[in-house]
């Protein structure tokens, strides 16, 4: 059994994976963890010797079979909470992300995967994200960025990339949500931006918005 803040590296650990696969280095985990490098060295060091992580001096970290497992288990209770507060409590999807970060530490095995069944097994979370299942698989999306589309291109809105409560609210102030169909009217050479419309109605958004959201080609 892990604390919460030993299950919250190895999270950040397993999503930082993605973009550092040689191995996370210090300073990109204190960033993610918002704390200083010597907290993170310590925490190494415990996680080391619990052999939840692999430490090489210059290459960084990486998660061990039973960190990766520890990590995904963590990940799955998290988005199961996310989809129960949204589907089942009405909560906003910008509302339950901190919510879900203290739900995702419940210990009891039984009490996941009774919600799990309860909920019908939901593939996906609130945000578009995939719900690992109880052997830890991850269903594969084809997907890219909004931003990755050209001109006279469209597609279904199937995830977020940033679940921020900020720019969740701002899809929600703009009628922007997951399943619906966007196409791109006009692209800006100069600075990405892009006139969309989307249920008829057309808004011009910025290449920060179409970097974080995620489109599924027709």
């Known amino acids: 059994m892990f604390s919460f803040s030993e299950e919250n590296y190895l999270k950040a650990i397993f999503?930082?994976?993605?973009?550092?696969?040689?191995?996370?280095?210090?300073?990109?985990l204190a960033e993610e963890m918002e704390t200083k490098a010597s907290?993170?060295?310590?925490?190494?060091?415990?996680?080391?010797?619990?052999?939840?992580?692999?430490?090489k001096k210059?290459?960084?970290?990486?998660?061990?079979?039973?960190?990766?497992?520890?990590?995904?288990?963590?990940?799955?209770?998290?988005?199961?909470?996310?989809?129960?507060?949204?589907e089942?409590?009405?909560f906003n999807w910008d509302e339950v992300h901190d919510i879900a970060e203290q739900?995702?530490?419940?210990?009891?095995?039984?009490?996941?995967?009774?919600?799990?069944?309860?909920?019908g097994f939901p593939k996906r979370d609130p945000h578009g994200d995939p719900i690992p299942d109880a052997e830890g698989n991850f269903s594969v999306a084809n997907k890219m960025l909004l931003?990755?589309?050209?001109?006279?291109?469209?597609?279904?809105?199937?995830?977020?990339?940033?679940?921020s409560s900020d720019f969740l609210r701002f899809l929600d102030k703009n009628n922007i949500s997951l399943g619906k169909e966007i196409k791109v009217l006009e692209k800006e050479a100069f600075d990405g931006s892009?006139?969309?419309?989307?249920?008829?109605?057309?808004?011009?958004?910025?290449?920060?918005?179409?970097?974080?959201?995620?489109?599924?080609t027709q």
Do not use: P
């Open 58 to 86: 210059y290459q960084g970290v990486k998660l061990s079979e039973l960190g990766k497992k520890t990590a995904i288990e963590v990940i799955r209770k998290h988005r199961l909470w996310e989809y129960f507060l949204v």
């Open 15 to 28: 999503h930082l994976e993605r973009k550092y696969q040689a191995g996370v280095s210090t300073n990109a």
């Open 147 to 163: 931003s990755e589309l050209g001109k006279a291109e469209k597609g279904i809105c199937v995830g977020v990339k940033d679940s």
């Open 194 to 216: 892009m006139l969309i419309i989307i249920e008829e109605r057309q808004l011009r958004i910025s290449q920060l918005i179409s970097n974080n959201l995620y489109i599924k």
């Open 88 to 90: 089942k409590l009405n």
């Open 39 to 55: 907290s993170v060295t310590d925490m190494i060091k415990k996680l080391s010797e619990k052999e939840l992580v692999i430490y």
């Open 103 to 119: 739900l995702e530490h419940i210990k009891s095995e039984k009490l996941t995967q009774e919600l799990d069944k309860f909920l």
